[in-house]
């Protein structure tokens, strides 16, 4: 098992930025593919970016295309998500995961991840 440990969320306003960070532990760190979904209340956990084990392969919901960027540091067990020209509809809390195959492809559904962080509360006022 992989434990990980999100930081970073807060509450900015519309148009500003936010890096969230998400601390790994566990040598394999490497290995795995990541990603970042997203729960605001009243609705289901969505996907919002995903990046391969070795950083070179990334992947984006239509919504944050071009406004947020996923990245990793595997140096420092670490994944970010770099959140520019944030919306109101940003509003949520963020959950980091980890996929547990081995070198795998990546992915946007909920199934394929095996671990996951506690969430960090991202607010974006109007």
């Known amino acids: 098992q992989v434990q990980l440990v999100e930081s970073g969320g807060g509450l900015v306003q519309a148009g500003g930025s936010l890096r969230l960070s998400c601390a790994a532990s566990?040598?394999?760190?490497?290995?795995?593919?990541m990603g970042w979904f997203r729960q605001a209340p009243g609705k289901e956990r969505e996907f919002v970016a995903a990046?391969?084990?070795?950083?070179?392969?990334?992947y984006y919901a239509d919504s944050v295309k071009g406004r947020f960027t996923i990245s990793r540091d595997n140096a420092k067990n670490t994944v970010y998500l770099q959140m520019n020209s944030l919306k109101p509809d940003d509003t949520a809390v963020y959950y980091c995961a980890a996929d547990l195959r081995d070198y795998g492809l990546l992915c946007r559904t909920l199934a394929c991840y095996d671990s996951w962080g506690q969430g960090t509360q991202v607010t974006v006022s109007s």
């Open positions: 990046i391969s084990w070795s950083g070179g392969s990334t």
């Open positions: 566990g040598r394999t760190f490497t290995r795995y593919a």
